[in-house]
């Protein structure tokens, strides 16, 4: 049995394949290489899934549904999907809302067109994100809160991803989990991603910009907590009778920006210049998930703190770079 991964060069896609190749399962990644940030890095996790025995790669624009279709064509013995390409970033949705509507609603649909016709497909878990909450003012977000004020167009995107899974749910039995997914960080993260920004910033001198003076705050959740929850859903498929739901997946604690920050100095032993600026409005003051429901589930239980995981991507951070900003 094979499960295709989309999105296998990202950053979850990536950690998400070497686990299921590490189970000894057969993965078929699926991912368009494009240049939303440096593909160097995207070649260099793809190059380490390749050498491993099991999996195979098609280079594929799921927005492209004949491409799409024959991608799973090739795989007819798919038994799971986990769905996690898609356009990415808050921000860069206000600079190019098209590329969102292209990846993330388009591609979304060619994958639920895909999957609804392999013959033995169990389970579908596809990446939704915690931004569906918008302006959300109840903490912990629960599943059961209102998501209609979103505040990006990623936001409103993944949404209407959680949309078009209840309707394929409803019309054709098609079974999956959508994961609200947190502020996800760890080796081989994403260049975009504001721990990632700040450690290089740190490192070469320059000013790192903090909201409210770093008192936003995040449900910063490590890579491995994040895949082990993503692998436990997928072996969980929803009852027939109620074929999509959507889930929450973080850390189910929220830490300030600037206790990141003070990690990050610590870690690389250099001190950070601070630049303080007002909240833009796509950004909301705090994150934090509820996790009940995927606990009871699948036994779900990050156990990694930010103490921890941070020196563990300084590390990676530091060697991918090769030496480049040194340590002080």
Same mark, same amino acid.
Request: proline content about 5%; charged content about 20%.
């Given at each position: ?100 509507? !292209? ?7 060619? %994958?639920?067109? /895909?999957?609804? @016709? *392999? &013959?033995?497909? =169990? !389970? ?7 931004? %569906?909450?918008? /302006?959300?003012? @109840? *903490? &912990?977000?629960? =599943? ?14 993944? @949404? ?19 994961? @609200? ?148």
């Amino acid at each position: 049995m094979t499960i295709i991964v989309t999105g296998a060069a990202g950053f979850i896609g990536y950690h998400v394949a070497e686990a299921l190749l590490a189970r000894g399962k057969d993965v078929m990644g699926i991912d368009n290489l494009n240049d939303y940030y440096d593909v160097r890095l995207k070649e260099a996790r793809l190059e380490r899934l390749i050498t491993r025995r099991g999996f195979r790669f098609q280079r594929t624009d799921l927005a492209d549904r004949t491409a799409v279709q024959a991608c799973f064509e090739r795989a007819p013995d798919t038994n799971g999907i986990i769905h996690l390409a898609a356009q990415a970033g808050v921000r860069y949705s206000l600079i190019d809302p098209y590329a969102y509507v !292209h990846s993330n609603v388009l591609g979304h649909l060619a %994958v639920l067109e /895909a999957a609804r @016709r *392999l &013959p033995r497909l =169990e !389970h579908l878990v596809y990446a939704s994100s915690s931004s %569906v909450y918008g /302006a959300n003012q @109840r *903490l &912990p977000f629960a =599943e059961t809160d209102r998501v209609d004020a979103p505040l990006s167009m990623y936001a409103v995107t993944k @949404r209407a991803d959680e949309l078009m899974g209840h309707v394929y749910g409803h019309l054709f039995g098609l079974p999956q989990t959508g994961l @609200r997914f947190f502020t996800v960080y760890g080796p081989w993260g994403r260049p975009d991603m504001a721990y990632y920004t700040f450690a290089r910033a740190i490192m070469l001198g320059e000013p790192i910009t903090l909201y409210e003076g770093g008192r936003l705050k995040r449900d910063f959740t490590y890579i491995d907590d994040i895949v082990a929850g993503v692998l436990g859903c997928l072996n969980r498929p929803p009852p027939a009778d109620a074929p999509a739901r959507v889930l929450n997946i973080g850390n189910n604690r929220s830490e300030t920006v600037s206790e990141l920050v003070a990690l990050l100095e610590e870690s690389l032993g250099r001190k950070a210049v601070i630049r303080n600026i007002p909240r833009p409005p796509a950004d909301v003051v705090e994150t934090y998930a509820a996790v009940d429901a995927i606990s009871a589930l699948t036994g779900f239980s990050p156990v990694t703190r930010l103490s921890t995981g941070i020196p563990r991507f300084v590390a990676w951070f530091l060697e991918w770079h090769g030496g480049r900003y040194g340590r002080g």
